[in-house]
Structures are given as structure tokens and as C-alpha cells.
């Protein structure tokens, strides 16, 4: 039987508690758990960004990160992008810009994107599309999501 | 479902440390695993190697291992300092800029924020970048272990790797900083790295050159190559060479004579020993060249 360790930590701003296999990932907790299916499984080495996610203020490869360590962290999925308001300014500029095909890469994409312009609002776009290396997009093309990401970096400082 | 020929780590202990010692008394006896970042050692836990051992040390929330500071002269970077931090900080960008600058060739946003210089050390990765500028540097590696009190030992980083994925670490120690001098006035060094593309690449050949201009030589030079060979490379011999001598067109000829008997690089997934051996040759005459008008 793999040994399981009890992690409490917040989720998208609420409290949580949840028995995790030692040798889990971050990821398969979300998804499994906690039926967040917004980060995604794609490569599963830290080179596509699909599973990314903000932990503590910082974006990661929720595959890449132990479940166990989650433990005490805060976390923020793409689901926790919601408020009243409605959805997050990155979300509707990547809806505006249509800088979403199929949309696998889109969550991590998203919240790479909300990471980078909560650092620094000012990104020129080379730094945006550096920004994004660790984000892999097999059908629009990075075009479209750079200037998403630079009108949504646009509205933020506006 | 796993390939057959893999099997998961089989972990049956898992220790959240929440101080030094902690973390030691786990560790003492050989059967613990340190986990930090988790970005090379979670790509490893299926792969039926033994890296990952019966029990779990979670080491993240110890204290004593955070932080980068300085005291006179002596730089510290906690073992658990993550690359995202050495790129950012205000200390390293003004004492020691190589480092964010090779910080900042590392990997992506999302792999810096969690790889930590302790971990890119302990990985032992022939391509590891954050060890070309911290040898250049002269840093040595602090280790710590557990007997019935802390016990403490220093190891030049340059000694440290003895193959891929292998070093001087014993199964009970612990890196828990790195510490070198601040570079003096007029310490001149660059980082060059090659890979397919120009975004979150694992080098194919990698080098760090550093020294002290001085009237058309290089002081002290320090010439470090990674993925050439086994460990990380430091090409004495050709330190030794080109050590205050004017770099004119024959000494690099010699210099790149020496340095190619001094690296071993293979034909791998990634690029041949030819190509490798180019890129070498090519990084090293250019920053040679480039130290003459310093």
C-alpha cells in the first residue's frame, strides 16, 4: 500500500484538507481531489507549462511538485481566477484576442500569463514571449497569446 | 499504467522538517532521500533507479537553509535559495552579476521557481548550469550531518562531482549552503550556452569563462565547461596556459589545443561529440578574443 500523509492548504481561497499518496504530484491532487480539471497532464517533465499553477506567489509545474509538499501553501488554479466580477481580465483578453484553439494549453497558459503581469505590468514584448518559454501551444501559434497577454498587461495598468 | 520496466518509488516514511536538525537526524541513517524543489528528483521517482530512497525528507521548510547573504567578503546561498531568487536578487546582481545573468539561461519561469542551487548541485547533472559560474567562482559546497549534533564539512565545488548523477555526497549528508568570496574589482566573466532553440533547453554545450583583465592577458583565468564529459570540466591545463600570457592568435590556438584534451564530450540524444567539440572551441576562442580590448 503507498504510504498517504494528510496536506491542509489553501485552495483558490478557501481552506482545505486531503489525504495524498506520498508520491503523488500536486497535480494529481487538483485533479483528482479536488475535480479541478483546469491544469492538465501533457508532458509531465516541466517542459509544456500545461499543469501550471501559483503556488505561495510563484508559478510551477503542479506535476513536477510533490503532493506532500503542498502542505501549508497557498494555491491558485485557474478556477480560482473567477470573482464576482466575473472572469479575470487574462481570461477575456485571451478570449478577445482569440488567442484559444483547442484550449489544453490555455489554463497554463493563463495563469503563466496572470504570474508574469502581476511581476510587472510593463512587459515589452520580448519579455512577454520569454515570459511564456516554459509554455508549450501545438495550434494557435504564440502570436495570438503574446498579444493577449499584452493587452491584458495593458488593462492592468490602466 | 507504467512501463514494466519502471516501478515507483517505494517510500514507507515521510518526515516533514521543520528544523536543521531535523532534517539531519532523518538522514543519518542513509535511508532518506532529501526533497526540495522536487523538479529533477519527481521526474526521477518512477524510473526504477534507487535515487529515491525508503524515506521521504522533506527539507523545504527549514529555516536555516533559505536565504543568500553576505558577511565581509563571503557570500552565502542556502541550499534551498531557488533560481528564480539568485535571478532576482539586488546582493548577486550587484556583487556577482554572472550569476543572475546564468540564472536567467536557466530553464523556464516555472522551473526556476522551483529548482534550487542545492538541488542543481546534488542532481550532479553533467549540464548543470548553476555550477559553471560557482566554480569559476571558487565556491565551495557546505555539508552537513547528523551525529548526536550537527557536523559540518566545506568541499570546493570543483571536487564535488565524481560522474554523471554521482558526487562526494554521502547517503547521510545534507548540502546546506554554498559560500564563496565576492569577485574583486575588475573580475570580468561570461556564460555561453547552446541548445536547439533559444528557450528552456538543457545545454549541449555550456561554458564559463572568468578572470582579471589585465594589459591584453587574463589574471587567474578560470575556463569551466558542462556537458562535455561526465562531471562538469575544469580545464586546468589550459588555465595554467593561457595565466598572464598575452592572448595573442598563438596562445588560443594553444589554449584550444589543451582544452580539447582536457574535455570528453559523447554522442548523445541530444547532439554528437563532433558538434560538441565545435561549440567548445567556438566559445572559448570567441571569449578569449572578446578579453583582449577589456
Redo the contacts between chains.
Keep these: 500500500m503507498?504510504?498517504t500523509?494528510t496536506v491542509s492548504f489553501s485552495l483558490n481561497g478557501t481552506k482545505v484538507t486531503s489525504a495524498v499518496d506520498?508520491?503523488e504530484?500536486a497535480l494529481d491532487l487538483l485533479r483528482r481531489n479536488f475535480d479541478l480539471a483546469g491544469a492538465k497532464l501533457a508532458c509531465g517533465?516541466?517542459?509544456c507549462?500545461a499543469c501550471?499553477v501559483i503556488v505561495d506567489g510563484?508559478?510551477?509545474?503542479s506535476?513536477?511538485?510533490?503532493a506532500?509538499?503542498i502542505?501549508?501553501r497557498t494555491v491558485l488554479t485557474v478556477e480560482g481566477l473567477w470573482t464576482e466580477q466575473g472572469i479575470d481580465p487574462v481570461q477575456q483578453a485571451f478570449i478577445d484576442e482569440g488567442a484559444v484553439q483547442c484550449g489544453f494549453c490555455t489554463p497554463g497558459m493563463i495563469m503563466?500569463a496572470r504570474?508574469?503581469i502581476d511581476r510587472n505590468p510593463n512587459m515589452s514584448e520580448e519579455q512577454i514571449a520569454?515570459?511564456i518559454?516554459?509554455?508549450i501551444c501545438r495550434c494557435t501559434g504564440y502570436k495570438k497569446i503574446i498579444a493577449a497577454v499584452a493587452a491584458a498587461s495593458e488593462g492592468s495598468t490602466s | 499504467m507504467l512501463p514494466q520496466n519502471k516501478r515507483p518509488a517505494g517510500i514507507d516514511e515521510y518526515v516533514n522538517a521543520t528544523s536543521l536538525a531535523m532534517a539531519l537526524e532523518a538522514l543519518a541513517d542513509g535511508n532518506g532521500t532529501p526533497l526540495a524543489g522536487g523538479s529533477d528528483l519527481w521526474l526521477q521517482k518512477d524510473s526504477g533507479n534507487d535515487r529515491i530512497r525508503p524515506r521521504l525528507v522533506n527539507i523545504n521548510r527549514v529555516a536555516e537553509l533559505h536565504g543568500i547573504s553576505q558577511v565581509g567578503q563571503r557570500i552565502r546561498i542556502g541550499a534551498l535559495v531557488s533560481v528564480s531568487e539568485i535571478l532576482e536578487s539586488a546582493l548577486l546582481k550587484d556583487a556577482v552579476p554572472l550569476l543572475p545573468a546564468t540564472a536567467d539561461r536557466f530553464a523556464s519561469i516555472q522551473i526556476r521557481n522551483a529548482a534550487t542551487i542545492g538541488g542543481n548541485i546534488a542532481n550532479a547533472s553533467p549540464a548543470a548550469d548553476m555550477v559553471l559560474p560557482l566554480i569559476a567562482l571558487d565556491a565551495a559546497v557546505k555539508i552537513s550531518s547528523w551525529a548526536g549534533k550537527e557536523v559540518d564539512r566545506k568541499i570546493p565545488l570543483t571536487d564535488f562531482f565524481t560522474g554523471p548523477g554521482m558526487t562526494r555526497l554521502e547517503r547521510n549528508e545534507l548540502i546546506t549552503a554554498i559560500e564563496f568570496e565576492t569577485p574583486a574589482a575588475g573580475f570580468h566573466a561570461v556564460f555561453c550556452k547552446s541548445g536547439p532553440r533559444p528557450a528552456l533547453e538543457i545545454s549541449l554545450v555550456a561554458m564559463c569563462l572568468a578572470g582579471t583583465p589585465q594589459n591584453g592577458t587574463l589574471r587567474n583565468p578560470r575556463i569551466c565547461f558542462g556537458a562535455v564529459g561526465p562531471t562538469p570540466i575544469r580545464c586546468r591545463s589550459t588555465e595554467k596556459l593561457i595565466d598572464l600570457r598575452p592572448i595573442d592568435d598563438s596562445l588560443i590556438a594553444k589554449a584550444l589545443a589543451t582544452m580539447q584534451s582536457e574535455i570528453s564530450p559523447i554522442d548523445d540524444i541530444r547532439a554528437s561529440k563532433w558538434y560538441r567539440a565545435q561549440v567548445a572551441r567556438t566559445y572559448l576562442e570567441q571569449e578569449l578574443m572578446a578579453c583582449r580590448s577589456l
Design positions: 503507498p504510504l500523509v506520498v508520491t504530484s517533465e516541466g517542459e507549462g501550471t510563484r508559478s510551477r509545474n506535476c513536477l511538485m510533490p506532500p509538499d502542505d501549508g503563466q504570474y508574469l520569454r515570459g518559454e516554459g509554455n
